[in-house]
């Protein structure tokens, strides 16, 4: 959503992208990702530092603090977003019971942020020029302590004609039926991803690019 809207459209819109992942299995690569990360760590590390950049709803962050907690692994977790109305709406889907940290700004002005040992973000990269995504790779990069990493769209025919179809059958917010298919127009493939990489100074061996059906390319990066 890169349209201005009121609160509670904004909400319901997050609500609804939420209800898409989960039918989606999107947050599959991002807790796969994460068991390989833990499973590098020595035992009796301290605990594992999250940051969710362009967080939205916080849902990713919310199914991170679920698995972790069912899987033992302690973790710190902070969800940072320009919008303070996504922000908002994070801390209101929020159960009492996840420590989630809520921030308002931006990741790469942020103090602290050195201190993350895990940076991810989902389906932000697609709003951004290449340039943009060059300078986030390069500040992850240098920013994170045990990796990254990128969860969005494929730019593929078959999820952009899938995804049409299927919003004809749902109830979902009109913004996300339009804005679903226009995010996978403007997501990237493979290629695209190397060259964005390679750009920010990560070499090619450094990095990890995998597909992940019906419609995510994931980008990672372990140190």
């Not at 499973?39 to 709803?57: E, F, I, K």
């Not at 899987?71 to 994070?90: K, P, Y």
Request: glycine share 6%.
């Amino acid at each position: 959503m890169d349209q201005p809207c009121s609160y509670e459209e904004l909400r319901a819109c997050l609500h609804d992208i939420a209800r898409v992942n989960r039918l989606t299995f999107a947050h599959r690569p991002t807790l796969s990702w994460l068991r390989e990360v833990v499973a590098a760590r020595p035992a009796g590390a301290a605990p594992l530092r999250v940051v969710d950049v362009g967080c939205g709803y916080g849902d990713t962050l919310r199914m991170v603090d679920a698995w972790a907690a069912k899987q033992g692994v302690t973790v710190e977790l902070t969800g940072i977003d320009l919008n303070e109305d996504a922000i908002r709406a994070a801390r209101e889907a929020t159960p009492a019971t996840q420590r989630i940290e809520w921030v308002v700004g931006d990741a790469l002005s942020q103090d602290g942020m050195g201190d993350a040992d895990v940076i991810m973000c989902t389906l932000l990269t697609h709003h951004l020029d290449d340039a943009q995504v060059v300078r986030f790779v390069r500040w992850m990069e240098e920013t994170a302590q045990c990796g990254w990493f990128i969860n969005d769209l494929h730019r593929q025919a078959v999820p952009y004609h899938l995804f049409r179809l299927l919003a004809r059958f749902t109830r979902w917010h009109r913004f996300v039926k339009h804005d679903g298919p226009v995010s996978i127009r403007r997501s990237f493939v493979a290629e695209e991803w190397k060259s964005f990489c390679a750009s920010a100074g990560v070499g090619s061996g450094a990095v990890s690019i995998r597909e992940y059906r019906p419609a995510r390319l994931c980008v990672c990066r372990t140190k």
